[in-house]
């Protein structure tokens, strides 16, 4: 009978001991995870999809390089253009366009500069200053195979003429010219959509796209064109 009681208090003693055991090794699991709230740290598909679309975002190409060093002088001498329309232009309306043209492609100049810097690739001179060389275009100016091929862009002697001008002439010329001048840059903002890969860049493409084609539009109704 006594042995009996032995052997019962002996595995109510082991018994016991398994579950302490087992209290003490749930407890060290827990404090494992407390910096995280307990949480699975595993990093989810979800967070890693978005961490890869986070990333290709971010990275940029020839494309993109590309897009930069040519839209700067491009959008320079439509500041160029635009700033001479102060004293020149006899219609406040294109006084107004001029005005819009400066406030909106100025500060692009400035962003996408900074993107060289940020990928290490020369960022181009300033002008004024630029090719006066450069084939004749459409409407009798030289801008369609312009400055380094640039699409739109005016010779020397296309802005020494706007220079010389004044009154209504001015604004004809400013708005011919201009509206070539934009047609370029809507050309080379439609290839840096199709090929860039750095989301920034691609989304000032498609604002280029939206903004000078609906300048493009005023400009032949003040043209008289539509």
Not at 120 to 142: F, I, L, Q, Y
Not at 170 to 183: A, V
Request: glycine share 12%.
């Amino acid at each position: 009978m006594r042995n009996t009681r032995t052997f019962m208090a002996r595995r109510a003693t082991l018994a016991a001991a398994t579950v302490t055991a087992a209290l003490v090794l749930a407890a060290c699991g827990n404090d494992g995870d407390s910096d995280n709230g307990g949480q699975d740290t595993t990093p989810s598909a979800s967070a890693s999809s978005s961490a890869s679309s986070s990333s290709s975002s971010t990275a940029h190409n020839a494309q993109d390089v590309a897009f930069a060093q040519g839209m700067i002088p491009h959008h320079q001498q439509a500041l160029e253009m635009a700033r001479l329309a102060a004293g020149r232009a006899s219609s406040a309306k294109v006084q107004d366009l001029a005005s819009r043209i400066e406030k909106a492609q100025d500060p692009e100049i400035r962003t996408m500069s900074g993107w060289l810097k940020g990928w290490g690739e020369k960022v181009p001179s300033a002008m004024p200053g630029m090719d006066h060389s450069a084939h004749s275009g459409k409407n009798g100016t030289s801008g369609t195979t312009g400055m380094s091929g640039m699409s739109g862009m005016m010779d020397g002697k296309d802005i020494d003429k706007l220079e010389k001008a004044s009154g209504k002439a001015f604004d004809t010329m400013f708005l011919t010219m201009m509206t070539e001048h934009h047609e370029g840059a809507v050309e080379m903002a439609g290839t840096e959509k199709d090929k860039g890969a750095y989301g920034p860049a691609i989304g000032m493409a498609d604002d280029i796209v939206t903004g000078q084609t609906a300048e493009i539009t005023e400009m032949n109704k003040l043209l008289g064109k539509s």
